[in-house]
């Protein structure tokens, strides 16, 4: 007896039909745009499908106009504007207007003379031609030349479809602005409406789910989207798993289990959601949106792409409050910024006292001094266990991502207590007594607990805790000036 197929196998690849779900409104969009001869850029996170609904869209447009040409052309795949132009005419011109032409050896303007020229004789032939120019953000690379120019171009080809009948579709991760700053121009995004795919609603996630050959329940569903925020790869990434699993139905446990199996999978998506992010200094802001602590302002059009590419939702429109597109996504944030705050000075104050515990602890207990702490100080046991169970629930969820220092899962709160759990081996480097550190302690918490639930800090309160950390980076490092060397770059 032969197993059946998944129908999520081969996710990451584009797709059609009934796999390319919760997209239905959005496709309309985009045809109806073509129809009326007009260009659309379509932008979107990585791997959000940006190129199946492109694809899908002239896939249905030549279902119903038999007479348009359409075409495909990924900018990323091309070594630079020569050989798009001649990618561009191969996919959309047919019969004897391209027969032998190449453009092998030309000069750029002379390949775009012979483009242009191509496009003309098409368009008095009579007909009009759709192309989907993809992975736009190809051009912003050293090795494709004269992006700026080649941007004109194609904003010159664009503006006139009475003379070349061209109707465009571009595809990419950043905004055509964007892209047109990167190379010093700033012509074509005004031709184009923008549409921002986002991660799709919960009727997409249900309809995704409602092809698996095993029955899902409630909480299986609501897992899912508590592992993906509706984001439609990592969605069909864990169901696969989950189908071959050999589970009988699949609840929330399932999905969790497939979850923490394909953990590498989220993490080398967040890594692209990082890199994308952190060129536009955007990642930062996410950060301490979702995670905290929020310690300067937040450009406002920061905030609106950030909620364009659906990372932010907003959840109480009377105070402003956001939240993250997934919990889990949210929980890696809280990881990362464990060992990259948004606040460096605290963050390099805390890294520097785990450093120091870890020293003095492996230095008077050896390399079980974790679990000699747990023995020699039952009130902190709980505290202690809850580092361990934090730790085993990330390693799951995130893999090789997750930290295995189990001081990482401290924050300021927990290694004072840790500090003054064994004071008399702290005493030579702070100095003072343990009460004058307990209220300095208590200033810089004070600081952390409101930034980190978004709450305004007063200035004197701020500059109480920074005179304070800078203090203790004195003490463990010998130098004050950590904070300083990392703003002034």
């Known amino acids: 007896m032969h197993k059946a197929v998944n129908p999520y196998s081969g996710w990451g690849t584009p797709v059609s039909g009934e796999r390319l779900v919760g997209r239905s409104q959005l496709l309309e969009r985009i045809i109806q745009r073509i129809k009326s001869e007009a260009h659309c850029s379509i932008v979107g996170l990585p791997r959000l499908g940006k190129t199946s609904v492109a694809r899908e869209a002239i896939r249905l447009l030549q279902t119903t106009n038999a007479g348009v040409n359409v075409g495909y052309v990924t900018l990323d795949a091309t070594s630079g504007p020569v050989q798009a132009y001649e990618r561009i005419l191969e996919e959309i011109t047919f019969g004897t207007v391209t027969d032998g032409i190449s453009f092998r050896g030309l000069t750029h303007d002379d390949a775009y003379m012979e483009f242009l020229r191509t496009l003309r004789q098409e368009k008095r032939s009579g007909h009009k031609s759709v192309v989907v120019i993809d992975e736009m953000d190809g051009i912003v690379r050293e090795t494709f030349a004269d992006a700026s120019l080649f941007v004109s171009r194609m904003r010159e080809v664009a503006n006139d479809r009475d003379r070349y009948g061209v109707t465009f579709v571009f595809v990419s991760r950043l905004s055509l602005d964007m892209i047109q700053g990167d190379v010093d121009c700033s012509t074509l995004a005004g031709l184009c409406e923008v549409v ?147 606040w460096d000075l605290l963050g390099e104050t805390e890294r520097q006292l785990r450093n120091l515990v870890q020293d003095k602890m492996q230095e008077s207990y050896g390399e079980n001094w974790f679990e000699e702490l747990r023995n020699r100080h039952p009130k902190k046991r709980e505290v202690l266990d809850k580092l361990i169970l934090q730790r085993d629930r990330e390693k799951r969820m995130f893999g090789n991502a997750a930290a295995d220092f189990i001081l990482d899962y401290t924050y300021i709160g927990e290694l004072k207590d840790l500090i003054f759990a064994e004071w008399d081996r702290y ?63």
Request: hydrophobic letters at 40%; a neutral charge; charged letters at 20%.
């Open 196 to 342: 921002y795919l986002q991660p799709i609603e919960l009727a997409g996630i249900m309809q995704l789910a409602s092809r698996s050959p095993i029955s899902i329940e409630t909480s299986g569903i609501d897992a899912l989207c508590y592992f993906t925020g509706g984001h439609p790869f990592l969605a069909e990434v864990v169901m696969c798993e989950a189908v071959d699993g050999g589970h009988s139905s699949l609840d929330a446990k399932a999905i969790e289990t497939a979850q923490h199996a394909q953990a590498h999978e989220f993490t080398n998506m967040y890594r692209l959601l990082q890199q994308l992010l952190s060129r536009e200094k955007m990642f930062d802001a996410l950060c301490e949106l979702v995670v905290g602590p929020q310690w300067q302002a937040i450009n406002f059009h920061t905030v609106t792409l950030l909620k364009q590419y659906g990372l932010l939702r907003s959840n109480n429109h009377f105070s402003g409050s956001v939240e993250c597109m997934s919990q889990h996504l949210k929980d890696y944030l809280s990881l990362l910024t464990r060992t990259i705050p948004s």
């Open 427 to 489: 005493r030579a480097v702070f100095g003072d007594t343990k009460t004058e550190w307990e209220k300095k302690l208590q200033a810089v918490m004070r600081v952390r607990n409101p930034m980190a639930h978004y709450r305004p800090v007063p200035a004197e309160v701020l500059h109480e805790a920074e005179n304070i950390c800078k203090l203790l980076l004195v003490k463990l490092t010998g130098s004050g000036d950590i904070l300083d060397t990392k703003r002034s770059k």
